[in-house]
């Protein structure tokens, strides 16, 4: 679906290198902190800046040979980019239909109402809330076979995020050939969305991992320094000193719990494993 | 393209109040001025002008970036620009002449032929402003884009006085010269007119188009 193979781009204070699969049927979430390089992947991807060197590959395509018609079959949102707020959603409709042969129009009219939002309201006059839900509403309406989305979410309430997220379970289920790669601040949407996960930290893929895996093999230890001496460390992915010894994050927590039942043993959420990836240190 | 048109005509149809001032300012301009002719170069120039503003419309708050992932491609944009600014041109042109030949109808003041010729004279002035002007708001934005356009309007009258100043040094006489070349009478001076500022205007689309496909968002 996606195959992306060492993509670099330099500026003056950062530079990517990043490799990532995205395989269809398949949601991969794309985590990591603010200036990460996870914008600038989706960029690189939507040909919107040149990489100074490796490859995307998009439906097996060079990005380079990806023309402007190849884009029919991609649903875009982008974290600092939307509609221009000067036309309103009943403007959008036309060129919508002239710039996608498959714009369902039933099929978009029905979300709009399903979500509230205004067909004669210039956009500049929506919430940040009400922008998010038309960017991901235009994003699935032309039967698109791949979604990038960054940071779709960003700036809605706990139950319009639980709807677009619907939305998006709706939009795989109804092709299973169908992806999303999604970029997200909020950890529990990646959660109960995204099939793998991908971390970037400063430009640098640092972590890949299946969801279901992350949720049930990650763990984090809290050990006392005389625990942590005798802790077989083999499985410690990172550790930090804290005031009471140590906190180890480990990708084998079955392993922890047969063998040292004493511990403190603490499930691994994508958030604990996004600071320890981050801030921990490595053995 | 087509897409991208319907874009800046339902943009340009949001500014009607704008336009209608316009055409208000037009109208009133031909009934009190004894030159009525002046809203030929009015009403087309700052009806033009509105190009521009669509770009800045389209760059309102990032809006490029999620404007080019759509599926159409950079030369086809560029394309677009110059189609509508031609569109609206023409238009205006139309309804400017429209205004000033009623206008004079009414004064029983000056001839519909003249009104037209006139009309035709501004079509070559309006396309020059637009092939000057676009690539520079391509490549720098709104208000940069205008004070490099002032810039280089600048910079030709330099270099016209330099090569005046060279000419007369090598005792070539250019305003004999334009004098000879308008004298050709009205048809060939048009299409003269005509010819140059469309081969500018090709040329400035190509270097939009070269702006564009370079630029990152």
Redesign the interface.
């Given at each position: 679906m996606l195959q992306i193979d060492h993509l670099r781009k330099n500026y003056k204070a950062f530079s990517l290198d990043c490799s990532l699969r995205l395989l269809p049927g398949r949601v991969t979430g794309l985590i990591g902190q603010n200036g990460a390089g996870k914008t600038t992947t989706f960029k690189a991807i939507l040909g919107l800046i040149q990489p100074d060197g490796g490859t995307i590959r998009i439906f097996g395509k060079d990005h380079r040979q990806f023309h402007a018609q190849d884009r029919q079959t991609l649903g875009v949102v982008l974290s600092d980019s939307g509609f221009s707020g000067y036309l309103t959603i009943q403007d959008l409709l036309p060129i919508l239909k002239e710039f996608y042969s498959d714009f369902d129009e039933a099929f978009f009219l029905e979300q709009l109402q399903r979500f509230h939002l205004p067909l004669n309201k210039k956009i500049k006059e929506f919430s940040t809330g009400m922008k998010a839900k038309l960017n991901v509403i235009a994003a699935t309406a032309h039967r698109a076979k791949l979604l990038i989305l960054d940071e779709p979410t960003a700036g809605l309430d706990v139950v319009a995020r639980d709807q677009l997220l619907d939305l998006l379970r709706e939009y795989m289920a109804a092709d299973e050939a169908r992806s999303i790669l999604i970029s997200s601040h909020i950890s529990s949407d990646l959660e109960s969305l995204c099939d793998d996960l991908y971390m970037i930290h400063q430009g640098r893929i640092i972590f890949h991992e299946d969801t279901d895996v992350l949720l049930s093999d990650y763990a984090l230890l809290k050990v006392s320094e005389a625990q942590y001496c005798k802790l077989d460390r083999r499985y410690i992915l990172r550790q930090k000193k804290e005031h009471f010894g140590y906190c180890c994050l480990t990708n084998q927590k079955q392993y922890y719990l047969e063998n040292y039942p004493a511990l403190a043993i603490e499930k691994g959420t994508v958030d604990e494993v996004i600071l320890m990836m981050i801030r921990g240190d490595v053995l | 393209m087509?897409?991208l048109l319907?874009?800046d005509l339902?943009?340009m149809?949001?500014?009607r109040n704008f336009f209608l001032l316009i055409v208000g300012v037009a109208v009133m301009m031909a009934i009190s001025l004894e030159n009525s002719t002046l809203v030929i170069g009015y009403l087309p120039f700052t009806c033009s002008l509105f190009t521009l503003s669509s770009i800045s419309?389209?760059e309102?708050?990032?809006?490029?970036?999620?404007?080019?992932?759509?599926?159409?491609?950079r030369k086809?944009y560029a394309v677009e620009k110059y189609s509508f600014g031609l569109l609206i041109a023409i238009a205006s042109l139309g309804l400017a002449t429209g205004i000033t030949a009623m206008a004079g109808a009414f004064q029983q003041s000056g001839s519909i032929t003249e009104t037209i010729q006139i009309a035709l004279m501004t079509l070559p002035a309006i396309l020059l402003a637009l092939a000057l002007m676009i690539p520079f708001q391509f490549k720098f934005g709104g208000e940069k884009g205008r004070i490099a356009a002032l810039g280089t309007v600048g910079l030709i009258l330099i270099v016209y006085r330099q090569i005046k100043q060279l000419a007369e040094a090598w005792h070539l006489n250019l305003t004999a010269l334009f004098e000879q070349f308008s004298a050709l009478g009205y048809p060939a001076f048009l299409a003269a007119a005509l010819l140059f500022s469309t081969l500018l205007l090709v040329l400035s689309c190509r270097i939009s188009i070269s702006i564009l496909e370079r630029k990152?968002?």
């Open positions: - | 087509k897409g319907i874009k339902k943009l149809k949001n500014q419309y389209d309102y708050e990032n809006g490029s970036a999620f404007l080019f992932s759509m599926p159409f491609s086809a990152e968002f």
